[in-house]
């Protein structure tokens, strides 16, 4: 049958995290699951025989997955085709003793996320290292810093790489955090109150509770909601597309930037030998990936509205009017989250910079991107700050000009405000305000401390101590 494809997983995402995700893989993890509980009950005194273990453990790996699709035809409960194809594969009929469908399916998607969760880590530390790399190359550089679009004062382009490098690694941290902390459901049957397991091993509650901690070992987690109902709480799932909505924030900021920047040619993508950037203008170098990093994060947002309906609408104990969503959201939002970072990673690997022509266009715009200073040396010069800015506002209506680093003295805003018998700033006195260095204030400090700060959370990332 010839059917759509999902984009996200072909286009955009790796190997690795389609694997995650697989219809095989998800099918194995949960036999993997039925084997770990059977093999638990049994340490804790529940008879089973070895040899039914080791039948179920030799057909694992054995998927058809026509086959599983005809039994659900039938039964019309995914679950159970699931149960029925592997007991029928074993030969047996001695798994799910005590439990209900969702002591599968939930911890097994809840292992598919943190398994996601935490390649969505290594890509963001593989960005991390590349951004910065850039900052300290263009620490130094000079670029004109833009509010509202409009030329305001000068920085440079390895503080504006740290710029959004901050609000990145913040992101990174809160998701580091989200791992290290995050919980499954556990083995609660039908409503979460482990009744039935109680009753399989009759009455010893202190059994059930080990059962439990077993299989989180499984799981390798080392602890479980306390008092989840037949599905854990969706507002978990909304936490974690927020964690990734808010990761995406970053590289969606600095591709518009370097959108913008790429208009006036200051900043460009990469193009290897061979791409194309226009199928009608040969000339043209389309920002093509920072689009499609603009564009993936606006998936991310969608699948966060998506998640944020579903919490806050659980009926009761539980209900499964949050399935369909789920299957579509789940797997997505971590097939577009990691599609954007290796984006990124492409972006920043390739990236072209014109720095002759970011020093050229923070010379367009001097000595006007200077009036702050100039208005605070007039107010140490005993010039009330109002009266000084109205002045400065004056001269900067009447002059539009532009001016060099190199011919400041001759500039009319310069030679105007010297003129005026009320500033109380000569020619010198102005241009001292005007040149004086660092232009770009304390920049190139600000950037020491993001590295700081960048370096000691990669290496917090790679520690050993975390939970796998």
């Known amino acids: 049958m010839d059917i759509p494809s999902n984009i996200l997983a072909e286009r955009y995402a790796s190997r690795e995290m389609n694997a995650i995700w697989s219809p095989k893989r998800r099918i194995i993890i949960e036999r993997e699951l039925w084997v770990a509980i059977l093999q638990a009950q049994k340490a804790l005194g529940i008879a089973v025989d070895a040899t039914v273990i080791e039948d179920y453990r030799r057909v694992i790996a054995q998927v058809d997955l026509h086959s599983i699709a005809q039994r659900e035809t039938q039964l ?67 670029l004109v810093a833009r509010t509202h679009n409009m030329p305001a004062q000068p920085t440079t382009l390895g503080r504006r790489l740290a710029m959004r490098g901050e609000e990145y690694l913040i992101a990174s941290n809160d998701l580091l955090a989200l791992i290290s902390g995050y919980q499954f459901r556990g083995i609660k049957g039908a409503v979460g109150t482990q009744s039935d397991l109680l009753e399989l091993f009759e009455g010893d509650e202190q059994r059930v509770q080990q059962l439990e901690e077993r299989v989180l070992q499984h799981l390798q987690r080392q602890g479980a909601l306390c008092v989840s109902g037949q599905i854990y709480p969706r507002s978990l799932d909304l936490k974690v597309v927020h964690h990734l909505v808010q990761l995406a924030a970053a590289p969606a900021s600095l591709a518009l930037d370097i959108r913008l920047m790429s208009g006036t040619s200051l900043m460009g993508e990469g193009y290897a030998a061979g791409r194309v950037g226009s199928s009608a203008m040969p000339h043209k170098r389309n920002p093509a990936m920072c689009e499609r990093i603009s564009a993936l994060g606006v998936v991310l947002k969608g699948y966060h509205t998506m998640l944020a309906t579903l919490s806050g609408a659980q009926w009761y104990e539980g209900d499964v009017s949050c399935s369909v969503v789920r299957r579509v959201a789940l797997p997505n939002m971590f097939l577009a989250s990691e599609g954007l970072l290796n984006t990124l990673q492409q972006l920043l690997k390739g990236l072209v910079i014109n720095e002759a022509g970011m020093q050229a266009e923070l010379e367009r715009y001097l000595p006007q991107l200077m009036s702050s200073r100039i208005l605070m040396a007039a107010v140490r010069a005993g010039l009330g700050r109002e009266q000084a800015h109205r002045i400065l506002r004056e001269e900067l209506s009447a002059t539009e000009t532009p001016g060099t680093l190199r011919d400041v003295a001759r500039h009319p805003l310069v030679r105007r405000l010297a003129a005026r018998a009320e500033f109380p700033l000569g020619l010198q006195e102005i241009m001292q305000a005007i ?31 975390l939970p796998d």
């Open 76 to 142: 019309q409960h995914d679950l159970m085709a699931r149960l029925q194809e592997f007991s029928a594969l074993a030969g047996q009929e001695q798994i799910h003793l005590g439990l209900t469908s969702r002591d599968i399916t939930e911890n097994c998607e809840q292992l598919l996320i943190l398994e996601s969760l935490r390649l969505i880590l290594r890509r963001a530390v593989d960005c991390l290292k590349l951004l910065i790399e850039l900052v300290i190359r263009y620490r130094n550089t000079p």
């Open 435 to 465: 040149t004086t260095p660092p232009l770009w204030g304390r920049a190139p400090t600000q950037i020491e401390q993001f590295v700081k700060q960048a370096r000691n959370f990669i290496e917090q990332s790679s520690s050993p101590a």
